[in-house]
C-alpha cells in the first residue's frame, strides 16, 4: 500500500493507504449507505466522475465475481473505505476488490476516517476533490483541482454508452438455483443506455419485454419510425452519470418521443431527462441519496417500500401540473415517482431492480410492461 494524500475543494487535507490502482484522480465526493453490495456499486455506470464513501467500514470481505458485475467496467473515479480487507473468503469470489480496481485503473483509499468525510459531505454537500499517491504537496494538489473540470461539466454518458445497439437475452438471475429464468417476451422496447445496470435489462426482460439496448445517439426519427411500423412497443430511458441539464441532444430526442406519443418508462436519468424534456428543469441535491435502505412512500397505495437510490439531482414540484406524483421519499418529502396525465409515461427516481438490495418497487416494470398494451 502506498501513501495517498485526499484535497477537497474546502481545504480539507487526508492521508491514507492506497489499493487498486495508483496515480492521480479527481472526481466529486459522494458517500453510500449500502451495507453490502460495494462490487455492483463500483460498476454502476451512473458513478462515473465520483468518489463513492463507504459508510460501511469492513471492505472487501467477500472478494468480487463475473455474476455480480453491473456493467462491464469500474466506472467510479475511486473508492474510499475506512478498513480494506484483503483476504476474501466467499464460494463465489473470483478476485479481490484490489485486483478488480487495478483492472480498471481505479484507485482505492483506505485508512480514512470515513465518517468525517460522510459528515462533512452531509452538513456541507458533496464536493469535488483529488486524490494522489504519486503528489503529496497541498498547493499542487490544489492547483490540479481547481483547474478539472467539474462533474457538471463533463458529459460522462458519451463513455459510458454503448457503441453499438445488442439484444440483451439475460433475465433474472435467481441465487438458490444458480441459473437464470426464462420468461416469455411478448413485446419489443428500445433502451436507450444511458449508463444502463445489467440488472435493469435483466428485470425488463423477467417483465416479458425483449430488450434492444441502444446507444445514446440513436436519432430520435429511426426510433419514431421503429415504433410507428409496431417494430417495438415502447422505449426505456436508463440511469446514468452527472448533470441532466447538460444533455441537451437527449433533451431534444426525448422531446421528439414525447411528441410522436412514444410510450416511455424511465429510471433515474431517464426520469429525470423526462421532466426537463417536459419543461420542468431538475435541481442538485445538497449531497444526494446513496443507499440501499430508504424509505418510499407509493402515494397509490400509501404503502412503504424500501428502496436503493443512486442521485444527485431531482425533478422539481412544479411537474404535478402535467403529471401525477405517484411516489415520495420519506427522507425529505422529494419526488420519487411521476405518471404523465396526458402520455403513456411514467418514471421513478429510485432503483427497483436493486441487487443486492430490497425488490419492493420491482412491480413498476410490470407496470410499464401493462401499460404498452
Do not use: W
Not at 446513496?290 to 412544479?318: F, R
Amino acid at each position: 500500500m502506498q501513501k495517498v494524500t485526499l484535497y477537497f475543494e474546502n481545504g480539507t487535507v487526508l492521508e491514507g493507504k492506497s489499493f487498486g490502482a495508483e496515480g492521480t484522480t479527481v472526481g466529486e465526493c459522494v458517500f453510500n449507505t449500502s451495507m453490502s453490495g460495494y462490487q455492483e456499486i463500483v460498476t454502476d455506470p451512473s458513478y462515473a466522475g465520483q468518489f463513492v464513501t463507504f459508510t460501511m467500514p469492513e471492505i472487501g470481505n467477500v472478494g468480487c465475481n463475473a455474476q455480480d458485475m453491473e456493467s462491464k467496467a469500474v466506472h467510479c473515479k475511486g473508492v474510499i473505505v475506512r478498513n480494506y480487507q484483503p483476504r476474501h473468503s466467499n464460494f463465489r469470489a473470483e478476485e479481490s476488490l484490489d485486483s478488480l480496481l487495478k483492472r480498471f485503473g481505479v484507485l482505492g483509499i483506505t485508512e480514512v476516517d470515513t465518517r468525517f468525510i460522510t459528515k462533512t459531505l452531509r452538513d456541507r454537500g458533496a464536493m469535488m476533490m483529488i486524490a494522489s499517491t504519486e503528489i503529496h504537496q497541498v498547493e499542487q494538489l490544489k492547483t490540479i483541482l481547481a483547474s478539472s473540470p467539474r462533474i457538471e461539466e463533463v458529459n460522462y454518458i458519451e463513455q459510458v454508452s454503448t457503441k453499438e445497439s445488442y439484444l440483451h437475452a439475460e433475465s433474472r438471475y435467481d441465487i438458490a438455483s444458480f441459473a437464470y429464468t426464462a420468461p416469455q417476451t411478448t413485446k419489443k422496447i428500445i433502451a436507450l443506455d444511458f449508463g444502463i445496470k445489467r440488472n435493469i435489462l435483466n428485470e425488463l426482460t423477467y417483465a416479458g419485454m425483449e430488450v434492444t439496448v441502444a446507444p445514446n445517439t440513436m436519432p430520435a426519427q429511426e426510433i419514431i419510425s421503429l415504433y410507428q411500423t409496431k417494430k417495438i412497443d415502447g422505449v426505456f430511458l436508463s440511469n446514468g452519470p452527472g448533470d441532466p441539464l447538460i444533455l441537451k441532444a437527449e433533451h431534444g430526442k426525448i422531446k421528439a418521443l414525447i411528441d410522436a406519443k412514444v410510450p416511455m418508462f424511465g429510471i433515474c436519468l431517464g426520469h429525470q431527462l423526462l421532466s426537463i424534456s417536459h419543461g420542468y428543469d431538475t435541481y442538485k441535491l445538497q449531497f444526494g441519496q446513496h443507499g440501499g435502505n430508504h424509505p418510499v412512500k407509493n402515494l397509490k397505495t400509501n404503502s412503504v417500500e424500501i428502496t436503493a437510490q443512486n442521485h444527485n439531482y431531482n425533478v422539481p414540484k412544479e411537474i404535478e401540473e402535467i403529471a401525477e406524483i405517484t411516489h415520495i421519499n420519506l427522507f425529505d418529502n422529494t419526488i420519487e415517482g411521476v405518471r404523465y396525465k396526458n402520455a403513456p409515461i411514467l418514471s421513478v427516481q429510485h432503483h427497483p431492480e436493486a441487487s443486492p438490495g430490497p425488490h419492493e418497487s420491482a412491480y413498476v416494470f410490470g407496470e410499464f410492461r401493462a401499460m404498452l398494451d
